[in-house]
């Protein structure tokens, strides 16, 4: 597709107030400088496949200064040294400094990979509650813990260091939250950290790392270097590296899992999902109505926790799935830069190939198409675009692919079912186990049936996310969790100080 096919486009983006454009600089020591490397990559708008940015393709320079700069900050600087209430008050002011950046953020995330302002326009406010939430835990962390051991003999000190220089790893569909609820934990621990996002969007997370430079956040904590995946494979393997904590495919999350085995450093994976919204036969229909869109395609259905395999029971199949294209129908798409747009382009002209293939064999296999099934066709300025249009599949089993593999589209199947204990063996039978949703008007009974589910995750007529609480998937969805008391002790390495009783 030409850069040039798009001149409204191309002048809307002029017109934009956006700090970052074409950028030759990476983080390292506590500044931005010049990377080593000369090799750009572009930052194509999805909406319109305009270039509108570039950023450097770090070579192994780059990524040796960005770890050593880490490295030298956590085995001499004053961060891992300093009171966690100290790193706690840093948080705070960032998270504040971060707010101010919320509207160049947000246009900046949407331009990278087409995320509709109505969600990416909260992508800094969600980021500073996360970066205060993960402040409060510091009088915990700094909290004598001595225990006394059972045989009565002698106690114990139970001290908790920062596990160390911390590689970040995050894909694009997120790139704010995913690289924030890291980096926040790893920080009121103790750790430093080397980031790298994902090629797609690697712009907007400079916001982020600007605000903790102006709260006065220590040269070297934080680094960022920029560069493909098999340049984060080097970060994952770098020896200056003492932890990774990764989000995206399973795939590469499988990868990064052999090398920390080899390497016994240790890792956490967020990985892909295929999570299923059980609709039990007492559903609320306007309940389903109003929750549906974000519980099960979220970001164009680009979000890791969606439940995009609704179950359906066949004694309410055809007024169930009338509501459920009548929804995602009535759910404008377009123009991700529009704060009315629910539904924006694919990330990327890749993502569009990969979810428009996905239709095709889901075709072939025997789904029906009942809304949808195609690449979207937009006017001008958004012809070159890579739109697909928001699907419902019915008909699916689970035996099909697409009931089975994870699509990052704006793509429902659904699947009948006779009882309920059918339901929840479909709502097993994937390979995954990370989010999932049970929509009935009896909360009780929905709950019994949200226990049944094997997964990280599961919400009752509504799936929102609270940083307080675990949120991870069992089995190809990840290992460890995020967010919570659970998240922080991942970047927490206990130490036990045995002594003599005291009198
Ligand atoms: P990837 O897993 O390929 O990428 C995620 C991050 O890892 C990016 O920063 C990527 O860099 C980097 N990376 C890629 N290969 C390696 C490697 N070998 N070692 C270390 N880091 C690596 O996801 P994609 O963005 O390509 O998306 C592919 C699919 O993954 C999607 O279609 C979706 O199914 C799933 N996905 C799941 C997400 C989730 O939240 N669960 C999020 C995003 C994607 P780079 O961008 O430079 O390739």
């Known amino acids: 597709m030409s850069a040039t096919t798009s001149p409204t486009r191309i002048a809307r983006i002029d017109d934009l107030a956006l700090p970052l454009r074409h ?34 393709v770090g070579n192994r320079a780059d990524l040796d200064a960005a770890v ?17 209430s100290g790193r706690a008050e840093i948080l705070r002011r960032a998270a504040a400094r971060l707010e101010a950046y919320a509207e160049p953020l947000a246009l900046t995330n949407t331009l990278e990979n087409g995320t509709p302002v109505a969600e990416s326009g909260g992508a800094a406010a969600n980021a500073a509650s996360i970066l205060r939430y993960f402040a409060t835990p510091a009088p915990v962390l700094e909290a004598d813990d001595v225990r006394a051991a059972p045989s009565g003999t002698h106690e114990t000190l139970v001290q908790r260091d920062p596990v160390g220089v911390c590689a970040l790893i995050a894909p694009w569909n997120f790139p704010i939250n995913l690289v924030v609820v890291k980096l926040a934990p790893a920080l009121l621990a103790g750790c430093t950290v080397v980031i790298k996002p994902a090629s797609l969007t690697p712009l907007s997370i400079r916001f982020v790392i600007e605000s903790l430079r102006e709260a006065g956040l220590p040269a070297g904590v934080v680094n960022i270097v920029t560069g493909p995946g098999s340049f984060g494979e080097e970060l994952v393997r770098h020896p200056g590296i003492d932890k990774v904590a990764f989000t995206g495919s399973t795939d590469v999350g499988r990868t990064i899992a052999r090398h920390c085995g080899e390497l016994l450093r240790p890792v956490t994976l967020e990985l892909g999902g295929k999570s299923s919204a059980l609709v039990l036969p007492d559903v609320d229909l306007s309940v389903l109505r109003s929750r549906l869109i974000r519980s099960s395609l979220r970001n164009t259905g680009q979000t890791c926790y969606i439940s995009t395999r609704i179950l359906v029971p066949v004694s309410r199949h055809d007024e169930i799935v009338e509501a459920i294209v009548e929804t995602v129908a009535a759910a404008p798409q377009g123009d991700p830069l529009d704060p009315a747009t629910v539904f924006g382009p694919a990330a990327s002209a890749a993502q569009q190939r990969s979810v428009l293939a996905h239709l095709v064999t889901a075709r072939e296999q025997g789904a029906e198409v009942v809304l949808g099934g195609r690449a979207a066709e937009l006017p001008e300025p958004f012809a070159e675009g890579v739109f697909v249009e928001p699907t419902v599949l019915d008909g699916v089993t689970a035996d099909m692919t697409i009931a089975r593999e994870e699509v990052f589209g704006p793509i429902l199947t659904v699947l009948s079912y006779g009882d309920v204990d059918e339901a929840v063996d479909l709502a097993n039978s994937t390979d995954f186990g990370l989010g999932g949703i049970v929509f009935g008007a009896d909360e009780e009974a929905a709950l019994r049936i949200a226990e049944r589910m094997d997964s990280g995750s599961v919400g009752i007529n509504l799936f929102a996310s609270n940083h307080a609480a675990p949120f991870g998937g069992r089995h190809d969805s990840g290992l460890g969790v995020e967010y919570g008391p659970e998240g922080l002790s991942a970047y927490v390495a206990y130490k036990s100080i045995h002594r003599r009783l005291r009198a």
């Open 23 to 56: 950028v030759d600089d990476v983080f390292v020591e506590g500044a931005w400088v010049r990377a080593d490397s000369s090799e750009r990559r572009a930052v194509v708008d999805p909406a319109t496949s305009v270039e509108w940015g570039s950023v450097p």
């Open 68 to 84: 050593a700069s880490a490295r030298h900050a956590f085995d001499r600087g004053s961060w891992p040294r300093m009171s966690p």
